[in-house]
């Protein structure tokens, strides 16, 4: 049994590995492609074709965490598809390789693939992330944009509370544009503060610069009105820290698990909605368990006859598989967002549909003929 699975393991993980490799040299060719335009910019100070290519290899830790279920099932379906056609798989059921002891074989060799799309996604790639926005900002300045409006935070003190906007973030935490409401106990808005930049300190405040401070006073409806006052500089006591700021700012796919969790537990505690990083937290959590279910997936493709007949069409149909796993993903995220379903029923329902698809092709194909 060592001999077979030495030969099962080292042919699927030359195969997967061929598939990635492939992949990652696709995308690598269309982040380049994409980033062209970036290059000798005015505003981009010494940014050209090294710091680009740099910029895009540290990009390739997250698509290969992307691709990886993807690879995964192209590679096993290859390799099971060409034992089948050579007659070696009709060998090894002869020598004793029954369906459940293969199912078990190839299970064990996606649990690997589990741990591997984990460590990727959840260590190398947000530090791959991270390196890959400093080096920007070393050159064109801005570290994080949160699109067109920024991040909004949210922050309760005593019976106030309050909502914080914040464009982007600098290399050296500076914050650009922030715009601090403030509102009473009543729900009213009680003032608008906007500053040219902030700066926060270790001592839990942040430190503005060049602010606007407008109060409001709309209580009492005959005495309404507006008071605005231009200061140098302005402390602001506040919990928020850089770390959360940079996390609003930052897509919640480039985060890892933990972060995730931590800034849930933060949205809560302020009475934000979290729906979108908690459908993304469970994500990151079911989507490495895809691997298991792609083996699963590719394991019929050994039990099919086709002696004259080329593999290819059946590789392209796991590649059409993949896509279809990858676009599925992405469309129940998105329809969970908007619907506002359940978080882990989000990120689990692709997995649990290819679960059964793949056990109900292994019972048809596998233990039935």
């Known amino acids: 049994m060592k001999t077979i699975r030495r030969l099962i393991y080292g042919e699927v993980l030359r195969s997967v590995a061929f598939v990635t490799l492939g992949f990652l040299c696709l995308f690598f060719f269309f982040d380049f492609v994409d980033e062209l335009q970036a290059i000798n910019k005015p505003n981009a100070l010494g940014y050209g074709l090294p710091q680009a290519l740099l910029y895009v290899t540290m990009l390739v830790p997250s698509h290969m965490y992307e691709l990886l279920p993807i690879a995964v099932l192209i590679g096993t379906i290859f390799v099971m598809a060409r034992l089948a056609q050579s007659s070696e798989y009709t060998i090894l ?9 293969a199912l078990r074989t190839l299970l064990l060799l996606g649990a690997g693939f589990v741990v591997l ?25 801005v570290y994080a944009m949160g699109g067109n409006t920024g991040a909004w935070l949210r922050e309760k003190q005593g019976d106030n509370s309050y909502a914080v906007n914040v464009v982007s973030m600098d290399r050296d935490g500076t914050l650009k544009h922030p715009r601090i409401f ?7 808005l009680a003032s608008q503060t906007s500053a040219e930049f902030a700066v926060i300190e270790g001592s839990g405040t942040w430190m503005l610069y060049g602010v606007e401070r407008q109060q409001y006073e709309t209580r009492n409806a005959d005495k309404a009105h507006v008071q605005t006052t231009t200061i140098a500089g302005l402390r602001w006591p506040s919990s928020l820290t850089g ?51 792609m083996v699963v997936l590719a394991l019929p493709f050994a039990y099919l006859h086709f002696r004259q007949a080329g593999i290819t069409s059946y590789v392209f149909g796991g590649v059409l598989i993949g896509i279809s ?14 619907r506002t379903w359940s978080p882990w029923i989000t990120a689990a329902a692709p997995g649990m549909i290819y679960s059964v698809m793949s056990l109900a092709a292994f019972s048809w194909l596998v233990l039935r003929r």
């Open 243 to 293: 770390e959360m700021v940079s996390v609003a700012l930052l897509k919640p796919d480039r985060m890892s698990t933990f972060d995730l969790f931590d800034y849930i537990r933060h949205l809560d505690a302020n009475g934000q909605k979290a729906q979108r990083y908690e459908i993304e937290f469970w994500r990151k959590v079911f989507y490495p368990l895809s691997c298991l279910v």
């Open 182 to 188: 403030e509102f009473d106990d009543k729900g009213f």
């Open 93 to 101: 059921r002869t020598s004793g390789l029954g369906p459940w002891r």
């Open 117 to 141: 799309t984990f460590a990727v996604g959840d260590y190398l790639a947000p530090f791959s992330d991270r390196t890959a926005q400093l080096l920007k900002a070393r050159y064109q300045g």
């Open 325 to 338: 796993f990858f676009l599925l993903n992405n469309v129940f995220g998105y329809i969970g967002n908007l």
